[in-house]
């Protein structure tokens, strides 16, 4: 297929991108920056370069197990952070599925979570957590790159955001009905295509448990907590931004992006620095949590406040 003009990538954002897939000058003949701008016509083509494993953290030192499995947000299972994983073992997450669909997807489908790790090939990524409660930690997830599941559904040009649900099941859930219905999240296509984008269905090598999100959950590592919706459903290509739950429950303090950012309070507390879970003390809060070099380049205006709530 010939090159157009506007594939052509500019020099820094051509850095950028060979430094985020791992992979040399030769290789990068292809044109990959109309999907990165939110180009859908591209896009299945461009998914293929989505590199396995892409930004590889050796520096980062992960949190404890049993602490990563036992301080938690899960409202489903209670507000605390203790509940999650103080809870009964009521949730069933075999058999599982998510269903793939919506209107932006040509090819909808159902997967089960074996299906999932068969066909696209199980990545570990060491990454930084952090809530926007202002408290961190370092997680090693495994799990599937969420592009190759958008590839798969070939995203036609009404696939502008992707949108999650996650199970809401009052059998299987003490506090099911906390807000109202099934806890919803929202990506643009373009982040939902990135390389740091991931389902997750495991940490340390173990499967996730009920109160870190099994069977699979989304990771987001360069946006707040909240983004990461646990015990998905269903994955939708939609038209419409969608509107997540923490959106839904109170906007004046949570939007749409929620990128982490040091520099935009949360109206009732400071962002400068997050509490290390498992760690001593604090310390301070990166912008885009240390993946701006990554991510930087999906938000033009680093002075909106939009991208960071
Ligand atoms: N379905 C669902 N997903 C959710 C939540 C929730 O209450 N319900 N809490 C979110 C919040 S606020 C955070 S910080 C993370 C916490 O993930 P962890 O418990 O694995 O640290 O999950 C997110 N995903
Ligand atoms: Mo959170």
């Known amino acids: 297929m010939p090159i157009k003009s506007s ?58 197990l049993k602490i990563i499995n036992s301080y938690n947000n899960y409202y489903e299972f209670g507000f605390s952070k203790e509940a999650p994983s103080g809870a009964e073992k009521t949730l069933i997450t075999s058999p599982w599925s998510v269903e793939v669909g919506g209107i932006g997807a040509d090819k909808p489908g159902i997967y089960d979570i074996a299906e999932l790790h068969g066909e696209y090939g199980i990545e570990n990524h060491i990454r930084r957590f952090r809530c926007v409660e202002a408290w961190s930690m370092v997680v090693p997830w495994n799990g599937i790159a969420l592009a190759k599941v958008i590839k798969a559904a070939q995203p036609n040009s009404k696939a502008k955001y992707v949108r999650f649900e996650t199970l809401h099941d009052e059998q299987q859930m003490p506090n099911a009905n906390w807000a109202g219905g099934p ?47 646990k015990s998905i459903v269903r994955i939708d290509l939609v038209e419409r931004m969608p509107r997540n739950t923490w959106w839904r429950q109170n906007p004046n303090e949570y939007g749409f992006y929620a990128n982490v950012n040091p520099q935009f309070d949360h109206p009732r ?33 680093l002075g909106d406040r939009r991208y960071f709530y």
Do not use: C
């Open 183 to 229: 806890y919803i999240e929202g990506l643009t296509i373009a982040e939902a295509i990135h390389p740091l984008a991931m389902l997750a269905t495991g940490i340390y090598d173990k499967p996730l448990e009920q109160q870190t999100g099994a069977p699979v959950r989304l990771v987001v590592p360069w946006k707040y907590g909240f983004k990461y919706a």
């Open 269 to 301: 507390w400071s962002q400068a620095t997050e509490r290390v879970v498992g760690g001593f003390g604090r310390q301070k809060t990166l912008l885009f949590n240390g993946y701006a070099d990554e991510v930087a380049y999906l938000y033009p205006d």
């Open 7 to 64: 594939d052509i990538t500019p020099e820094v954002l051509f850095r950028q991108r060979r430094r985020m897939l791992g992979i040399g000058l030769a290789s990068l003949s292809l044109p990959l920056a109309g999907s990165w701008f939110g180009d859908t016509e591209e896009l299945n083509n461009n998914i293929d370069n989505v590199t396995p494993g892409a930004i590889v953290q050796p520096e980062l030192k992960a949190t404890e």
